[in-house]
């Protein structure tokens, strides 16, 4: 009941749904470009239609009374941000503990304009020995869905090229938002 009622909003406002989900046990999904706060409402309905038990993590700051209750329902892990590798590392032990996991996640971390992707999804891809899923939503064709899946090598130049090839011609809600898809630079 829920899928079709989740597909039919995103009919009655013109989006339509394109590729297909991995039949694969654990992975990683990415979601670009996130450059909206409708974003989030967009693809909590692409995980209503296709029942999929999304694990994903938020500030714990916004998990609190009646909205941090819908979002552990919805498959929200609060984390406290201050200490990525712990983030990372806590991710990856979920991925050991259970038989079955799809992680979700956008790279760009934020709504605005950043000079990079974070690189959380990466690491986490690469520790756990799962692949990444590419999600979308392109605005200028109204449609969101599935991309390739990605078996990541290990050369985060060679890997972040391929997925920004995908990404390349797909734009956001507010398109000048949409973050450079390489990695910060280590000093």
Request: charged residues 25%.
């Amino acid at each position: 009941m829920l899928s079709k009622a989740a597909l039919w909003i995103l009919n009655f406002f013109g989006w339509k749904l394109i590729g297909e989900l991995p039949k694969l046990n654990k992975y990683v999904i990415i979601i670009a470009p996130h450059t909206s706060n409708w974003d989030f409402f967009i693809f909590i309905l692409v995980k209503m239609h296709y029942r999929l038990d999304v694990v994903f993590i938020g500030k714990h700051t916004i998990f609190i009374g009646p909205i941090g209750w819908v979002l552990k329902k919805l498959g929200g892990l609060p984390v406290n941000r201050s200490s990525s590798h712990k983030v990372v590392d806590q991710i990856v032990d979920e991925f050991e503990r259970r038989q079955q996991m799809v992680f979700g996640l956008s790279p760009e971390g934020t709504r605005s304009y950043l000079d990079h992707w974070k690189s959380g999804f990466y690491h986490i891809a690469i520790k756990a020995k799962v692949p990444v899923q590419t999600a979308f939503l392109d605005i200028d064709t109204h449609s969101l869905g599935w991309g390739p899946l990605f078996h990541l090598s290990g050369d985060k130049e060679k890997d972040l090229g391929q997925i920004a090839e995908f990404y390349a011609d797909k734009r956001g809600i507010k398109p000048e938002k949409f973050s450079k898809i390489v990695f910060k630079k280590n000093k």
